[in-house]
């Protein structure tokens, strides 16, 4: 084989007959979800910008009492656009035009929640463990360039916009925190959730940067259903999960970085187990592509020091209640992967299977 994989998918598509081709598929991804029709120019522009664009249903059973609550999901991946050694400024402002064009896309996707990478203003740049020039990405969450910037976009668009970013809080003594920000549908910034387990383990060792955040696990109530934000490393932690869940999550997205040698037989699993254990849909998003960096680093396992961190898998994916997902985005490209899902489905699978999780004590 030469190069990366494209897709695990593509594999299977490929070598495997069609009629056991839907039995292994069924077996592998729950059940078989439906295409989403996605407007032909939302397709052509996403193959004129160079992205892969996916739809997919998840269906949930009609009830008497209560009206399906259809959402549709966003979720969008992506490699960087500049070198890391172009300034920071054009690294940053390259990156926004890159996802303001894939946020257009969402948006003739009518999509009404959208959720980007972790960290997504910038190279993974926590690797090198070095601080400068790379904590001038950081920004505040309240008020920052790109928090205006997906302010407009999601006013525009009437998007609720999850937007992850490096913060710095000016209020309090300029700590540095890897937080994702929630942007409602008419534009205001309904507030932040931090990112609370921050891994030490080989290159992934962020705490030069930022220490655990102190958000706890919260929820926002959102105009299309209740959302949490698990970032990247507290998705190896069920007890992160559950606690969105008491809450009352609905749907809980998980903005990662992550590289094959590390995490990738664990991908397809955590977030997935995620949903069934706790009865809502779980969103997993990886970026793709390998970040050169100017100076070696050594990963402090005896390898020798190297300048790339290795290949971001991408892979992002849907997960429901009832353990069903749709297929990963590719491995190497950009893309924006579009899920309907009905909020039914989560206490309908609670009432099935009833693993609940409250806050009720007895
Ligand atoms: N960004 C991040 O927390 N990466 C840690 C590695 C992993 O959890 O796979």
Not at 127 to 148: H, L, V, Y
């Amino acid at each position: 084989m030469s190069g990366e994989l494209k897709s695990l998918e593509s594999v299977l598509d490929k070598y495997i007959p069609e009629d056991e081709l839907r039995e292994v598929k069924r077996i592998l991804y729950g059940k078989k979800l439906g295409k989403l029709s996605l407007p032909a120019s939302a397709e052509a522009l996403a193959t004129e910008r160079d992205f892969e664009l996916a739809g997919y249903v998840f269906e949930a059973k009609p009830e008497e009492m209560r009206h399906p609550r259809l959402v549709n999901i966003g979720l969008i991946q992506n490699q960087i656009v500049l070198p890391t050694t172009a300034p920071i400024l054009q690294q940053r402002e390259a990156l926004c035009q890159r996802i303001s064009s894939m946020i257009e896309v969402a948006a003739q996707c009518d999509v009404n929640i959208v959720c980007l990478q972790e960290a997504w203003t910038m190279p993974f740049v926590f690797c090198t463990r070095e601080k400068q020039p790379w904590c001038e990405f950081a920004e505040s969450a309240e008020d920052g360039p790109t928090i205006k910037l997906m302010q407009e976009l999601a006013k525009k668009y009437n998007m609720v916009i999850v937007c992850p970013i490096l913060e710095r809080d000016e209020l309090h003594g300029d700590i540095l925190a890897n937080t994702a920000v929630v942007i409602s549908n008419s534009g205001k910034v309904m507030g932040k959730s931090r990112k609370n387990h921050i891994p030490r383990t080989g290159d992934f060792n962020e705490s030069t940067y930022y220490m655990e955040g102190d958000t706890g696990h919260r929820v926002f109530d959102t105009q299309f259903g209740k959302i949490a934000i698990n970032i990247c490393y507290g998705r190896h932690h069920p007890q992160n999960w559950m606690m969105y869940g008491i809450n009352g999550a609905e749907i809980v997205f998980n903005p990662s970085a992550t590289i094959g040698a590390l995490s990738e037989p664990m991908w397809a699993i955590e977030a997935r187990n995620a949903a069934i254990a706790n009865s809502y849909f779980t969103c997993a998003i990886n970026r793709v592509g390998t970040e050169q960096f100017p100076n070696e680093f050594t990963s402090g396992d005896g390898q020798p020091a190297h300048k790339d961190f290795g290949n971001f898998y991408g892979s992002s994916y849907v997960a429901a209640p009832d353990g069903s997902r749709t297929p990963g985005l590719s491995r190497t490209k950009d893309g924006l992967l579009v899920s309907r899902v009905d909020l039914n489905l989560c206490r309908q699978v609670k009432d099935k299977w009833d693993f609940r999780v409250s806050s009720l004590k007895y």
